[in-house]
């Protein structure tokens, strides 16, 4: 049976468990649920603890996204032995987690200006904080957070995409060592064949939007002349309906004018019959 990955439909903290998978060549189902509607309590109700990610083997499920992370890293072998190693690259996996609450916290806040506030905190300070430490350890490194690829290369990969589509910069732009380590995980064997995948998937996407766009013009435009039409009709009706009420008014006045000619007449009548009378 092969392995299931639950997360949303976007990249998110998901995003570095796939790359990992992709990268040892594992099978999974990838099973994406609409952000839009979330939550849906069917869902949440087989979740263990109500959250994404999810990941499931062999009927056995876990849950934490950092968890799911370093069980794949070992079964991919980029997880070390060294039980100090281990250590070191849990530390640095919190601490990038320690950057993403700083993103979370902005996804969250539903109050526009104070949302401003929290973006403009992120790009002037949050980013260089963590970006600039980041970079120096990598150099340091030899372009690996610990000196050889890691499952947390994965994990600082994935945050910094989701980061950089949330708040809409590219964050390891200043940043050459980042920049640096974002282009080699995304060109590793496996990751690069699902980068083109999921590129073909959204240039497809893209166009399917495209024509829907297109045709949506269309019926706009469609509707815009019929709609005008309809107008246009509206008026001739409006115009007809002024012409019959302004006959029915002369036809009103010209049949009081033959009442009146009657009268007369018969009047006419009476008086010509007096008169033969006498």
């Known amino acids: 049976m092969?392995?299931?990955?639950?997360?949303?439909?976007?990249?998110?903290i998901a995003e570095p468990i796939r790359y990992l998978l992709h990268y040892g060549g594992k099978k999974f189902e990838d099973i994406k649920y609409d952000i839009k509607t979330w939550p849906d309590k069917k869902t949440k109700d087989l979740l263990p603890y109500g959250q994404l990610p999810m990941y499931e083997e062999g009927g056995l499920k876990l849950t934490q996204s950092l968890a799911i992370a370093r069980y794949v890293a070992y079964k991919v072998n980029v997880l070390p032995t060294d039980p100090w190693e281990q250590a070191m690259l849990d530390s640095m996996a919190l601490t990038i987690y320690d950057f993403w609450s700083k993103i979370v916290e902005f996804t969250k806040e539903q109050d526009p200006a104070k949302k401003e506030t929290i973006k403009e905190e992120i790009i002037d300070e949050t980013i260089d904080y963590y970006f600039s430490r980041f970079d120096k350890q990598l150099m340091k490194n030899k372009g690996y957070i610990n000196g050889k690829l890691s499952?947390?290369?994965?994990?600082?990969?994935?945050?910094?995409e989701a980061a950089n589509l949330i708040i809409g910069v590219?964050?390891?732009k200043q940043?050459?060592?980042?920049?640096?380590?974002?282009?080699t995980i995304v060109s590793l064997p496996g990751v690069k064949e699902e980068q083109r995948t999921e590129n073909?998937?959204?240039?497809t996407e893209?166009?399917?939007q495209g024509t829907g766009n297109r045709e949506q013009g269309t019926g706009n435009r469609e509707q815009g002349t019929e709609n005008r039409e309809q107008r246009t009709e509206n008026r001739e009706q409006r115009t007809e309906n002024r012409e019959q009420r302004t006959e029915n008014r002369e036809q009103r006045t010209e049949n009081r004018e033959q009442r009146t000619e009657n009268r007369e007449q018969r009047t006419e009548n009476r008086e010509q019959r007096t008169e033969n009378r006498e």
Not at 2 to 12: E, N, S
Not at 151 to 160: A, K, T, Y
């Open 2 to 12: 092969a392995a299931k990955l639950h997360f949303f439909d976007f990249g998110g």
């Open 175 to 183: 940043y050459p060592n980042v920049d640096y380590l974002m282009k």
């Open 200 to 203: 073909r998937e959204q240039r």
């Open 151 to 160: 499952w947390v290369d994965f994990v600082l990969v994935g945050i910094v």
């Open 170 to 172: 590219d964050m390891q």
């Open 206 to 208: 893209n166009r399917e």
